[in-house]
């Protein structure tokens, strides 16, 4: 049966369990500088409607890497949902190809490509999800506190799809997860109800950041305008006054706390620089573990793990 990759709880937590545990095992052998090519023959097509620098490079590296060969559809080459609808472009790349992946805005796009292709999708970023990125950050988090159950994230900012990853990552794995945004800037409604009816987790939404990150293993942050809200920075700028990521608000958890981006940070917005380039920064080795989380996920929906 074709496996897809578009949101985490596609796959189960003991799945998701066993593709950290295989994103450690690929990333030791490229360490170690070792001959292994299990995409040896295949291709991937990449299908960028939203540009981006970190999902490029880490796709198309870990994929040559590991073998294969990945072909970069920028957004003028496949204008999707405009020039050709998206259960087409589906169809069509799934002659050519072994693997696909699509970073876009609309997420019923994913959900169309993954309904229509023959061959595995993955979600490399829509405007509701982002669910390559959580399973590359918590591969970093077990690296750092080596475990990933009951570890408390709080996560200050706008409730965007970063937010919506980690709630469904909660609903597969006990976690606390705090997000504090401003009123207005809430999560989707029904993902912060899934991930509270899974029982598994505890969930808060919160307008206050410093209750929010008390005692918190992780603070984590994202720009406060993504792609396409551009032009609500300045209005943005206003309503997220308070929730900027300091050394004040790093000291306030009351323990020692790691600081998580997902990249790229407007540093001296939602972050200053003084926290992003501390001893308590990962973000670099979230950037880094975004190929090896990625390779992994890769090899599972291909059969190659």
Same mark, same amino acid.
């Given at each position: 049966? %074709?496996?897809?990759?578009? &949101?985490? @709880?596609?796959?189960?937590? +003991?799945?998701?369990?066993?593709?950290?545990?295989?994103?450690?095992?690929?990333?030791?052998?490229?360490?170690?500088?070792?001959?292994?090519?299990?995409?040896?023959?295949? $291709?991937?097509?990449?299908?960028?409607?939203?540009?981006?620098?970190? $999902?490029?490079?880490? #796709?198309?590296?870990?994929?040559?890497?590991?073998?294969?060969h990945a072909l970069y559809l920028n957004p003028k080459d496949i204008e999707v949902g405009k020039r050709e609808a998206p259960k087409d472009i589906a169809r069509v790349i799934s002659r050519f190809n072994d693997l696909l992946m699509a970073r876009l805005f609309d997420h019923e796009h994913i959900l169309e490509f993954a309904r229509y292709a023959d061959i595995p999708v993955i979600n490399g970023l829509t405007d509701y999800n982002h669910p390559c990125q959580i399973m590359a950050d918590i591969f970093t988090i077990s690296e750092h506190l080596e475990r990933i159950e009951d570890v408390k994230i709080a996560y200050v900012g706008d409730g965007n799809n970063i937010v919506h990853s980690w709630l469904r990552l909660a609903a597969r794995i006990p976690l606390a997860f705090t997000c504090a945004c401003p009123?207005? *800037?809430?999560?989707? =409604?029904? @993902?912060?109800?899934? !991930?509270?009816? !899974?029982?598994?987790?505890?969930?808060?939404? @919160? &307008?206050?950041?410093? =209750?929010?990150?008390?005692? !918190? +293993?992780?603070? *984590? $942050?994202?720009?406060?305008?993504?792609?396409?809200?551009? &032009?609500?920075? +300045?209005?943005?700028? %206003?309503?997220?006054?308070? #929730?900027?990521?300091?050394?004040?608000?790093?000291?306030? @958890?009351g323990k020692k706390t790691l600081f998580m981006h997902c990249l790229p940070a407007q540093r001296g917005v939602e972050v200053t620089d003084e926290v992003l380039e501390s001893e308590a920064s990962i973000v670099f080795d979230q950037a880094e573990n975004r190929m090896h989380a990625q390779n992994a996920i890769m090899l599972k929906v291909t059969g190659k793990a």
């Open positions: 049966m %074709k496996r897809d990759f578009i &949101h985490i @709880t596609d796959f189960s937590g +003991d799945e998701i369990r066993e593709l950290l545990a295989l994103a450690a095992e690929v990333k030791g052998r490229l360490k170690r500088g070792e001959d292994f090519r299990p995409f040896g023959g295949m $291709t991937m097509a990449m299908i960028f409607a939203k540009p981006s620098a970190r $999902t490029r490079v880490s #796709f198309e590296t870990g994929f040559y890497r590991l073998g294969g009123p207005g *800037y809430e999560p989707d =409604a029904d @993902t912060v109800a899934l !991930a509270r009816e !899974a029982g598994l987790s505890r969930i808060e939404i @919160t &307008h206050d950041p410093r =209750a929010a990150v008390r005692d !918190a +293993d992780i603070i *984590y $942050t994202d720009v406060w305008a993504s792609m396409g809200q551009k &032009h609500e920075f +300045d209005e943005r700028v %206003k309503r997220f006054q308070g #929730f900027q990521v300091d050394a004040a608000l790093m000291a306030a @958890t």
